[in-house]
Protein backbone atom coordinates (compact mmCIF):
# COMPACT_ATOMS: atom_id res chain seq x y z
CA UNK A 1 0.00 0.00 0.00
CA UNK A 2 1.42 3.17 -1.12
CA UNK A 3 1.19 6.23 2.19
CA UNK A 4 3.83 8.34 1.23
CA UNK A 5 4.87 9.92 -2.29
CA UNK A 6 8.52 8.85 -1.63
CA UNK A 7 10.44 6.17 0.04
CA UNK A 8 14.42 6.66 -0.21
CA UNK A 9 15.83 3.21 0.04
CA UNK A 10 19.42 2.80 1.40
CA UNK A 11 21.99 -0.53 1.86
CA UNK A 12 24.94 0.05 3.87
CA UNK A 13 27.27 -2.32 5.47
CA UNK A 14 28.91 0.00 7.47
CA UNK A 15 27.01 1.70 10.97
CA UNK A 16 25.59 5.02 11.57
CA UNK A 17 28.91 6.76 10.95
CA UNK A 18 28.75 7.34 7.60
CA UNK A 19 25.55 8.04 7.09
CA UNK A 20 25.17 10.83 9.15
CA UNK A 21 25.82 13.66 6.08
CA UNK A 22 23.35 11.61 4.02
CA UNK A 23 20.45 11.80 6.94
CA UNK A 24 21.56 15.45 7.40
CA UNK A 25 21.06 16.33 4.03
CA UNK A 26 17.89 14.08 3.87
CA UNK A 27 16.22 14.59 6.92
CA UNK A 28 14.35 18.52 6.44
CA UNK A 29 13.70 17.28 2.47
CA UNK A 30 11.74 14.23 4.02
CA UNK A 31 9.85 16.37 6.60
CA UNK A 32 9.46 19.43 3.71
CA UNK A 33 8.04 16.82 1.30
CA UNK A 34 6.11 13.85 3.34
CA UNK A 35 8.48 11.25 2.14
CA UNK A 36 10.16 8.97 4.10
CA UNK A 37 13.43 6.77 3.96
CA UNK A 38 14.53 3.28 4.63
CA UNK A 39 17.82 1.84 5.96
CA UNK A 40 18.79 -1.26 6.01
CA UNK A 41 22.16 -1.48 8.04
CA UNK A 42 24.40 -4.97 7.38
CA UNK A 43 26.39 -4.15 10.45
CA UNK A 44 23.42 -4.94 13.06
CA UNK A 45 24.24 -1.63 14.20
CA UNK A 46 21.26 0.34 16.38
CA UNK A 47 19.85 2.78 15.01
CA UNK A 48 21.54 6.31 16.10
CA UNK A 49 20.24 8.75 18.99
CA UNK A 50 17.56 11.07 17.40
CA UNK A 51 17.02 9.44 14.48
CA UNK A 52 14.10 11.13 12.44
CA UNK A 53 10.77 9.81 12.91
CA UNK A 54 10.62 9.80 9.11
CA UNK A 55 13.33 7.25 8.73
CA UNK A 56 12.49 3.34 9.03
CA UNK A 57 16.29 1.69 10.75
CA UNK A 58 16.36 -1.81 10.09
CA UNK A 59 19.94 -3.76 11.65
CA UNK A 60 20.35 -6.99 10.17
CA UNK A 61 23.45 -9.20 9.73
CA UNK A 62 24.74 -9.21 5.75
CA UNK A 63 27.42 -7.74 4.09
CA UNK A 64 25.57 -8.52 0.69
CA UNK A 65 24.25 -4.93 -0.54
CA UNK A 66 22.16 -6.55 -2.77
CA UNK A 67 20.23 -8.24 -0.42
CA UNK A 68 20.35 -5.45 1.74
CA UNK A 69 18.85 -3.04 -0.97
CA UNK A 70 16.19 -5.95 -1.49
CA UNK A 71 14.98 -5.60 2.14
CA UNK A 72 14.65 -2.13 1.91
CA UNK A 73 12.68 -2.21 -1.10
CA UNK A 74 10.47 -4.65 0.28
CA UNK A 75 9.83 -1.85 3.32
CA UNK A 76 9.31 0.89 0.96
CA UNK A 77 5.82 2.73 1.22
CA UNK A 78 6.51 5.27 -1.36
CA UNK A 79 4.79 5.82 -4.95
CA UNK A 80 8.60 6.50 -6.12
CA UNK A 81 11.36 4.34 -5.08
CA UNK A 82 14.29 6.49 -4.38
CA UNK A 83 17.98 5.04 -4.36
CA UNK A 84 20.52 6.45 -2.11
CA UNK A 85 24.03 5.19 -0.72
CA UNK A 86 26.03 6.01 2.12
CA UNK A 87 28.34 8.03 0.24
CA UNK A 88 25.82 9.81 -1.61
CA UNK A 89 24.54 13.46 0.00
CA UNK A 90 22.04 14.39 -1.66
CA UNK A 91 21.98 18.13 -2.72
CA UNK A 92 19.14 20.85 -1.75
CA UNK A 93 15.78 20.22 -3.45
CA UNK A 94 16.79 16.50 -4.69
CA UNK A 95 13.63 15.11 -3.34
CA UNK A 96 11.39 17.56 -4.91
CA UNK A 97 13.29 17.83 -8.13
CA UNK A 98 12.83 13.89 -7.91
CA UNK A 99 9.16 14.69 -7.96
CA UNK A 100 8.75 17.23 -10.44
CA UNK A 101 10.36 14.76 -12.93
CA UNK A 102 8.41 12.01 -12.39
CA UNK A 103 4.78 14.21 -12.59
CA UNK A 104 6.72 15.86 -16.03
CA UNK A 105 7.13 12.26 -17.41
CA UNK A 106 4.15 10.42 -15.96
CA UNK A 107 4.77 7.91 -18.80
CA UNK A 108 8.64 6.99 -17.40
CA UNK A 109 8.88 3.98 -15.28
CA UNK A 110 12.05 5.55 -13.83
CA UNK A 111 13.98 8.66 -13.81
CA UNK A 112 17.93 9.32 -13.63
CA UNK A 113 19.55 11.93 -11.79
CA UNK A 114 22.94 13.29 -12.11
CA UNK A 115 26.07 12.75 -9.79
CA UNK A 116 28.40 15.66 -8.85
CA UNK A 117 32.38 14.75 -7.85
CA UNK A 118 32.42 15.80 -4.09
CA UNK A 119 36.35 13.62 -3.84
CA UNK A 120 37.73 15.17 -6.76
CA UNK A 121 40.97 16.61 -4.80
CA UNK A 122 43.01 13.56 -5.19
CA UNK A 123 43.74 11.46 -8.76
CA UNK A 124 42.27 8.56 -7.18
CA UNK A 125 39.16 10.07 -6.27
CA UNK A 126 38.61 11.51 -9.79
CA UNK A 127 39.64 8.52 -11.68
CA UNK A 128 36.92 6.15 -9.02
CA UNK A 129 34.65 8.53 -10.29
CA UNK A 130 35.23 8.76 -14.13
CA UNK A 131 35.01 4.94 -14.48
CA UNK A 132 31.43 4.71 -13.74
CA UNK A 133 29.88 8.23 -13.67
CA UNK A 134 31.41 11.15 -15.74
CA UNK A 135 28.28 10.24 -18.31
CA UNK A 136 26.04 11.14 -15.48
CA UNK A 137 27.30 14.49 -14.38
CA UNK A 138 25.44 17.92 -15.26
CA UNK A 139 24.23 19.08 -17.65
CA UNK A 140 22.59 15.81 -19.07
CA UNK A 141 20.19 16.57 -21.24
CA UNK A 142 19.78 13.31 -22.91
CA UNK A 143 20.01 10.01 -21.30
CA UNK A 144 23.20 7.96 -21.47
CA UNK A 145 22.75 4.47 -23.07
CA UNK A 146 24.82 2.31 -20.27
CA UNK A 147 22.85 1.85 -16.56
CA UNK A 148 22.84 4.61 -14.76
CA UNK A 149 24.36 4.43 -10.88
CA UNK A 150 22.32 3.23 -8.34
CA UNK A 151 21.94 6.64 -6.86
CA UNK A 152 20.88 8.28 -9.72
CA UNK A 153 18.06 6.21 -9.82
CA UNK A 154 14.27 6.54 -8.76
CA UNK A 155 11.63 4.20 -10.35
CA UNK A 156 7.95 3.98 -9.94
CA UNK A 157 6.85 1.24 -7.26
CA UNK A 158 4.20 0.32 -9.58
CA UNK A 159 7.54 -1.49 -11.42
CA UNK A 160 8.62 -3.02 -8.31
CA UNK A 161 5.16 -4.58 -6.52
CA UNK A 162 6.17 -7.79 -7.51
CA UNK A 163 8.63 -10.02 -5.52
CA UNK A 164 12.41 -10.31 -6.96
CA UNK A 165 13.40 -14.34 -7.40
CA UNK A 166 16.93 -12.91 -6.31
CA UNK A 167 18.77 -9.92 -4.71
CA UNK A 168 20.48 -8.25 -7.82
CA UNK A 169 17.59 -8.48 -10.26
CA UNK A 170 16.74 -4.73 -9.89
CA UNK A 171 20.31 -4.44 -10.98
CA UNK A 172 20.73 -6.57 -13.54
CA UNK A 173 17.83 -7.10 -14.99
CA UNK A 174 15.10 -4.11 -14.15
CA UNK A 175 17.14 -0.94 -14.86
CA UNK A 176 19.01 -2.07 -18.44
CA UNK A 177 15.12 -3.27 -19.33
CA UNK A 178 13.69 -0.20 -18.57
CA UNK A 179 16.64 1.76 -20.78
CA UNK A 180 15.91 -0.76 -23.56
CA UNK A 181 12.52 -0.45 -23.72
CA UNK A 182 12.37 3.63 -23.62
CA UNK A 183 10.68 4.12 -20.63
CA UNK A 184 13.22 5.92 -18.41
CA UNK A 185 13.79 9.61 -18.86
CA UNK A 186 16.84 11.75 -17.33
CA UNK A 187 16.54 14.85 -15.30
CA UNK A 188 19.76 16.80 -14.69
CA UNK A 189 17.76 19.20 -11.93
CA UNK A 190 18.46 16.30 -9.53
CA UNK A 191 21.70 15.90 -8.06
CA UNK A 192 23.68 13.90 -5.70
CA UNK A 193 27.07 14.92 -4.45
CA UNK A 194 29.07 11.64 -4.81
CA UNK A 195 31.89 11.03 -1.54
CA UNK A 196 33.88 7.75 -2.63
CA UNK A 197 37.50 7.98 -2.73
CA UNK A 198 39.51 5.03 -1.59
CA UNK A 199 43.08 5.86 -2.99
CA UNK A 200 44.91 4.75 -5.83
CA UNK A 201 45.83 0.91 -5.37
CA UNK A 202 41.70 0.54 -4.57
CA UNK A 203 41.19 2.52 -8.11
CA UNK A 204 43.59 0.38 -9.70
CA UNK A 205 42.57 -2.89 -8.74
Not at 32 to 51: I, Q, Y
Not at 87 to 108: C, N, S, T
Not at 160 to 174: H, Q, V, Y
Request: net charge negative; charged share 20%.
Amino acid sequence: MVLTPLTVVIATREGAGPLEPVLAALTPQLRATGADAVVVCGSSEAAPAGLDGAVTWIATQGRNLLQLRQIAVEHARGAIIAFGEDHAVPGPGWIEAILRAHREHPDAAMVVGCLVNATDATVAGRANFLAFAAPFTPPMKTLPGRPPPFSAVSIKQRELEFPFANPGDIESELLPKLIQEGRAACDDRIVVHHYQDHGVRWSVD
